[in-house]
Protein backbone atom coordinates (compact mmCIF):
# COMPACT_ATOMS: atom_id res chain seq x y z
CA UNK A 1 0.00 0.00 0.00
CA UNK A 2 2.75 2.43 0.25
CA UNK A 3 3.27 5.05 -2.63
CA UNK A 4 -0.96 4.75 -2.88
CA UNK A 5 -2.21 8.15 -3.10
CA UNK A 6 -5.55 8.26 -0.93
CA UNK A 7 -8.95 8.55 -2.61
CA UNK A 8 -9.97 12.41 -2.06
CA UNK A 9 -13.13 11.26 -0.61
CA UNK A 10 -11.73 8.61 1.85
CA UNK A 11 -9.29 11.90 2.71
CA UNK A 12 -12.55 14.59 3.33
CA UNK A 13 -14.07 12.07 5.42
CA UNK A 14 -10.75 11.35 7.85
CA UNK A 15 -10.49 15.23 8.07
CA UNK A 16 -14.34 15.95 9.19
CA UNK A 17 -14.60 12.67 11.82
CA UNK A 18 -11.53 14.57 13.27
CA UNK A 19 -13.21 18.00 13.38
CA UNK A 20 -16.46 16.35 14.39
CA UNK A 21 -15.02 13.44 16.92
CA UNK A 22 -12.33 14.61 18.87
CA UNK A 23 -12.53 12.66 21.72
CA UNK A 24 -12.34 9.87 19.42
CA UNK A 25 -9.43 10.91 18.56
CA UNK A 26 -7.78 11.39 21.46
CA UNK A 27 -9.11 8.00 22.52
CA UNK A 28 -7.08 6.70 19.27
CA UNK A 29 -4.05 8.67 20.77
CA UNK A 30 -4.36 7.10 24.02
CA UNK A 31 -2.82 3.89 23.90
CA UNK A 32 0.94 6.08 22.60
CA UNK A 33 0.41 8.32 25.41
CA UNK A 34 0.73 5.10 27.91
CA UNK A 35 3.17 3.61 25.84
CA UNK A 36 5.26 6.80 26.37
CA UNK A 37 4.29 6.45 30.04
CA UNK A 38 5.25 3.51 30.49
CA UNK A 39 8.48 3.88 28.82
CA UNK A 40 9.61 6.63 30.53
CA UNK A 41 9.57 4.99 33.96
CA UNK A 42 10.38 1.53 32.82
CA UNK A 43 13.45 2.68 31.23
CA UNK A 44 13.81 6.25 32.17
CA UNK A 45 13.92 9.39 30.53
CA UNK A 46 15.89 8.57 27.66
CA UNK A 47 13.50 6.26 26.44
CA UNK A 48 10.74 7.77 27.38
CA UNK A 49 12.04 10.82 25.34
CA UNK A 50 12.68 8.58 22.16
CA UNK A 51 9.19 6.57 22.39
CA UNK A 52 7.51 10.61 22.13
CA UNK A 53 9.56 11.75 19.28
CA UNK A 54 8.85 8.10 17.42
CA UNK A 55 5.22 8.71 18.36
CA UNK A 56 5.27 12.15 16.74
CA UNK A 57 7.22 11.37 13.68
CA UNK A 58 4.91 8.79 12.59
CA UNK A 59 1.80 11.62 13.81
CA UNK A 60 3.37 13.75 11.45
CA UNK A 61 3.40 11.65 8.38
CA UNK A 62 0.06 10.64 9.09
CA UNK A 63 -1.36 14.17 9.14
CA UNK A 64 1.05 15.44 6.24
CA UNK A 65 -0.57 12.44 3.89
CA UNK A 66 -4.56 13.55 4.58
CA UNK A 67 -3.68 17.21 4.45
CA UNK A 68 -1.39 17.31 1.22
CA UNK A 69 -3.17 18.46 -1.46
CA UNK A 70 -2.28 16.82 -5.34
Not at 10 to 36: C, D, F, N, S, T
Not at 45 to 58: D, K, P, S, T
Amino acid sequence: MAGKELDPARKQAALEVVKQHPGMVAAMAAPAVVIVAVGWVVGGAGLGILLLIAFGALGAVGVSRLLRRR
